[in-house]
Every structure is written in structure tokens, then in C-alpha cells.
């Protein structure tokens, strides 16, 4: 009998050695690019559809707890004073771990997405603007956040996009990037020469430690680099673009395999065309925030013909005025272009019924950074914050975006708007239609709010 029974445990224990892994121990090809395509080390095509989590690594006030259109930089250094940086610290990994939990890749990957693009703020790393990073017991630098994401993006099934979208010294002048009207990193100046060796840095660590991990689909080095071209940026441009080699380079000698993704936000010619400076397995990001069909259409084109033999990627879209998501997905998807949803999940005025959001509250109370005891600051900062507490619901839009997640193309034409599109039920186009008016009520709003404190250029 003892014989028989050691021999049954033997065998399960060698039938279990020979099963696959579960899908948290399942790696993901390595992306890389070949001409115009991301594809997998097969060779098979690979298209990126999915969302941001937006608010995790930098908040924005107009969709996180928090109230200050100048950015979170001036709440930070408010914090600070008051608590200092390692409290502050511990209380903004807080406000993570409960913004974003393993619930969320659950549900991207319910919608049949397979990526998230994860906005990060160089402070959630290091102490300072010096590069002075936070260290685990060994004093090895700590990762371990972010480790966490790559494990359950792995888990789901889902590629991670490393999205650098507050750097030191401010890449734009939008709040977005910590603090409005701040951009230094590309001043001519010690100080501007000082940040971008702190942003190579910077990229040179990350790379290092994510070196040969296939979930990671890219280093996306600067968001929204300069801004926009109607304010101050034909003088830095030159700087942005040698920053930008600088570290491709940097990156490459300790990583060379890894996408690295170039921003060229509005326009193809935003940034430099690959044989400028040689760059190889790159993506170009654009962003599309535009007011109309024909707009689209024509930025579309630009992308098409800008003969840059390299694949173009819509990190954050959302159709402003009387142009629709039924459009605008249905030209990715029928041109094969890469997106992500800006964004995820928001709290603030009507978010539970906008189309910003995949998951949104307007119940959640925001801190008052300069008054709140610290502990009621770590209570507004915890559960409350879970997308699957009592203040969080699912809008219209995650079942809506659902329809275009497996690749469907709308048959789109530019004429389209409200509920003419013909992708997904009625009711859904008309939630869909009703969400996008409400959505356009509160952004101006906030744009009017913005305007009166000077944070909108």
C-alpha cells in the first residue's frame, strides 16, 4: 500500500512538473519593429490597443483627489514642508497602490485589451531633482513598485509602456508634467544642462533593471515634450531632439533590444525622422485631441505619408467637439495603428458619466493638502479610491471601447457623429452621445478655471 501510494504522489509530481505555467508565470514575446509593424519575435504583427492608467505615477486634478491647476509639483512641496519627503513618500505609494489595483488589469484585460500605458513622475522614484533615488535595504534602487505592475501586466496578459510623463526640470509648461509654466529641462543654461544629465540617468537605471523583460513593450522617454508649437518651442526644439538621441544612445548601450518611443505628439515633424540621428527600433507617438472628423482625417494622412518607415502609436486620443470615438477608433484600427484611451478611471464633476473614463466617480472627496492631519490625508488616499469600492462605476464608454478592442473598423467616413456611428447598439451609441455632451460641459468648465488662475497658456 505505502509502495502504491509513493508511487501516485511520484506521478502526480511529475505530471504536475510537465504542465504549462499560470499566466502569471507566462512571459510575453519580446516586441521589436520591423519597417512600419511592432511584431513579436516570430515575426507576427502585433497591434497595441488599450488604455492608460492615468493619475497613477502624476496626478491631474480635473480626475485625481486632489485640487491645484498649477499641478502636483506645488501639493508636493506643500507636503513636504509639513511632513517631510519620507512620509510624503510613503503617503503617495498609498494613494498607488489604491488608485490602481489588480482588479484594474483585470478588467483592461476583460475588454479584450492587451496594454497598458503607465504615466509615471520621476518623484515616485527619486527624492529630489538631483537624482538622488530611494533605495531598499541593500541599496540596490527601488524598483519594487513598478515590479509589482510588470507582474500583473504579465499575470493579464497585458505589454507595459513606460511612460516618463513628469521629468526633472519640466518638459512642458502644462501641469500634466508636475507644474505649469515651469519647463527649464531644455534652457541653455547650467541648470537646463544639469536636468538633462539627471533625465539620461534616469533612463539609463530604468533600462538596466528592465533589461530582457519582454511584458515592458517600451521606453517612452519624454510625454509631450515642449507642448505645443504655438507657445515657446521653436527655440528648444533643437535641444529636445538632441536630448532625445542622447538618451537613445544611453539606453541602447545598456539596453538594445527594448522599443524606445519617440513623442512627436501633433505632427510627424515634431521630431526627428529616424536617419537623422540613426535610431533603430523605434515607435513615434502622436496624441489627437482634435475638434472635428477632417481634422483627424488629415493628421491621419500626415502619419501615413511621413515616409519615417517606422510605426506610428496614439498614445492618448479623445474626440473634443463634434468628432467620436466611432470615428476615430475605426481609423486606427482600419490603418493598424497602436492606441491607448486617456484614460482609465477619474474622479471629479460627472466622472461616473463621461467618456474620458473607462470607470469614474464623482463622490470621492478631493485632500486639502494644506490643512488635512496626515492621517486623514492616508484615509482620502486608501480604499475609497478602489475601483471596486462603493464610489467607483463602470461608464459607458469601457462596453463601448469593447467593440473595437479584437480590431473592428467602423466602415468610418467623416460625416459620422452622435449616434450615426454603427458600431456597437443603439443604446450604447446613445449613452455614448448623451456621456460626450456632458463631457464637453465639464471641460470647459475646467478650461474656464484654468484660464482664471493663468494655468491654461
Not at 122 to 130: E, P, S, V
Not at 220 to 248: A, C, H, K, V
Not at 253 to 277: K, L, N, R
Not at 343 to 368: M, N, Q, R
Request: negative net charge; contains cysteine.
Amino acid at each position: 500500500m505505502k509502495k502504491t501510494l509513493a508511487f501516485l504522489i511520484a506521478l502526480i509530481m511529475a505530471f504536475t512538473l510537465c504542465l504549462p505555467a499560470f499566466a502569471a508565470d507566462t512571459a510575453l514575446p519580446m516586441l521589436h519593429t520591423e519597417g512600419e509593424k511592432i511584431v513579436d519575435a516570430s515575426g507576427k504583427e502585433v497591434v497595441l490597443r488599450g488604455t492608460n492608467f492615468g493619475g497613477w505615477g502624476i496626478m491631474e486634478d480635473w480626475f485625481c483627489p486632489y485640487t491645484n491647476p498649477a499641478g502636483e509639483e506645488p501639493v508636493y512641496q506643500t507636503l513636504v514642508s509639513r511632513f517631510g519627503a519620507d512620509r510624503v513618500h510613503s503617503l503617495f505609494k498609498t494613494y498607488r497602490s489604491n488608485w490602481i489595483t489588480e482588479v484594474d488589469y483585470k478588467n483592461v484585460a476583460d475588454l479584450g485589451m492587451n496594454v497598458v500605458r503607465l504615466p509615471i513622475w520621476y518623484r515616485n522614484f527619486q527624492k529630489d531633482d538631483n537624482g538622488t533615488w530611494y533605495r531598499k535595504a541593500d541599496g540596490s534602487i527601488d524598483f519594487s513598485e513598478l515590479d509589482e505592475v510588470v507582474s500583473l501586466c504579465k499575470k493579464y496578459g497585458l505589454y507595459l509602456i513606460i511612460d516618463l510623463h513628469g521629468l526633472p526640470g519640466f518638459q512642458n509648461d502644462y501641469d500634466h508634467c508636475g507644474q505649469s509654466k515651469s519647463m527649464s529641462l531644455f534652457d541653455d543654461t547650467e541648470k537646463g544642462a544639469h536636468y538633462r544629465e539627471v533625465v539620461i540617468d534616469f533612463w539609463v537605471q530604468m533600462a538596466k533593471h528592465y533589461k530582457g523583460e519582454s511584458t515592458v513593450a517600451m521606453y517612452d522617454l519624454m510625454n509631450e515634450p515642449l507642448g505645443t508649437n504655438i507657445t515657446r518651442d521653436g527655440s528648444f526644439q533643437q535641444t529636445f531632439w538632441d536630448l532625445s538621441n542622447d538618451i537613445y544612445k544611453a539606453v541602447r548601450e545598456v539596453d538594445p533590444d527594448h522599443i524606445i518611443c519617440m513623442e512627436a505628439i501633433w505632427d510627424p515633424s515634431a521630431i526627428a525622422s529616424p536617419d537623422v540621428y540613426g535610431w533603430e527600433n523605434i515607435v513615434y507617438q502622436e496624441h489627437l485631441y482634435d475638434i472635428t472628423n477632417f481634422t483627424i482625417l488629415r493628421k491621419l494622412n500626415e502619419i501615413r505619408d511621413a515616409g519615417y518607415n517606422a510605426p506610428f502609436y496614439i498614445g492618448e486620443f479623445y474626440p473634443r467637439g463634434l468628432t467620436t470615438f466611432g470615428y476615430m477608433l475605426s481609423m486606427f484600427n482600419h490603418r493598424n495603428l497602436s492606441w491607448t484611451t486617456w484614460t482609465y478611471k477619474g474622479a471629479g464633476p460627472d466622472a461616473d458619466k463621461s467618456p474620458w473614463f473607462l470607470y469614474g466617480s464623482s463622490t470621492v472627496e478631493k485632500i486639502d493638502f494644506g490643512n488635512d492631519s496626515y492621517e486623514t490625508l492616508t484615509e482620502k488616499f486608501g480604499e475609497c479610491l478602489r475601483t471596486d469600492g462603493e464610489k467607483f462605476s463602470r461608464n459607458a464608454f469601457a462596453d463601448y471601447v469593447a467593440n473595437f478592442t479584437g480590431g473592428y473598423s467602423d466602415s468610418p467616413s467623416v460625416y459620422t457623429f452622435g449616434t450615426v456611428d454603427t458600431a456597437g447598439s443603439l443604446p450604447q451609441r446613445m449613452d455614448m452621445f448623451s456621456q460626450k455632451l456632458t463631457a464637453i460641459k465639464t471641460t470647459i468648465l475646467d478650461w474656464i478655471r484654468k484660464l482664471r488662475t493663468g494655468d491654461l497658456l
